[in-house]
């Protein structure tokens, strides 16, 4: 927590709001707020060293997105999310992701492309990659094809979904790490050759391999 930054009480609130949103979501994705933490008005206040409004705005955001919840209705808690729901949600980013990589072929500069391909061959020469870095490969690939799908609205829908699957620990299917960078790089190379049905069907895959990889391992349990 020693990397939270302290929020400016002179700004006015939709800026305090806004900061204060940003700060507990990042929180809750790296774990700092693990799942069930009960989140109280009065302690985040003098955490951020904001007021308590803020806060509020910022607390009722994330139950509006699906981050907290309600304890027996009343005291917010951070979310668990089950199998259930992560599965649902890359249901939905097949669907989604899918179509963003068939109106980005060919759109993607070679450069970006490049870097993330130098990127994913670091990562795989490692023997204990860094979990970190793994997602932030895993997001400039993803993003960049949200990005130059060329719609607002579908990269919107793209990057919350995927911080609802950053929710559940991808690091529970460790089998799928270098699989998965492999099936980037193949996306990649539609990408790069401008062959929009065959990034479509390759980005939907990917998702259907960490989906069954996933049902795969808990149905196990």
């Not at 670091?122 to 799908?149: E, F």
């Not at 829908?157 to 980037?184: D, S, W």
């Amino acid at each position: 927590m020693n990397d939270i930054y302290r929020l400016n009480n002179e700004e006015n609130e939709p800026n305090l709001s806004r900061k204060a949103y940003d700060t507990l979501l990042q929180m809750i994705i790296n774990r700092e707020l693990p799942t069930n933490t009960v989140l109280l008005e009065r302690k985040l206040a003098e955490l951020l060293n904001i007021s308590r409004t803020p806060v509020r705005n910022a607390l009722t955001r994330l139950e509006n997105e699906g981050f907290i919840v309600r304890n027996g209705g009343r005291t917010p808690v951070v979310k668990e999310f089950s199998i259930q729901e992560l599965v649902e949600t890359l249901h939905v980013r097949r669907t989604l992701e899918g179509e963003a990589a068939r109106l980005a072929a060919g759109r993607i500069p070679p450069a970006i492309l490049d870097e993330i391909t130098s990127q994913i061959n670091v990562l795989l020469q490692q023997d204990i990659p860094d979990p970190n870095d793994d997602w932030a490969v895993d997001s400039r690939l993803h993003d960049a094809i949200a990005h130059y799908s060329g719609n607002r609205l579908l990269k919107d829908y793209i990057q919350a979904l995927r911080l609802k699957t950053r929710m559940f620990n991808l690091r529970q299917v460790p089998e799928r790490f270098t699989i998965g960078h492999n099936e980037h790089l193949a996306i990649i190379t539609a990408l790069r050759n401008n062959h929009p049905a065959e990034a479509q069907r390759l980005l939907m895959a990917h998702i259907d391999n960490v989906r069954e990889s996933i049902i795969k391992r808990f149905s196990s349990f």
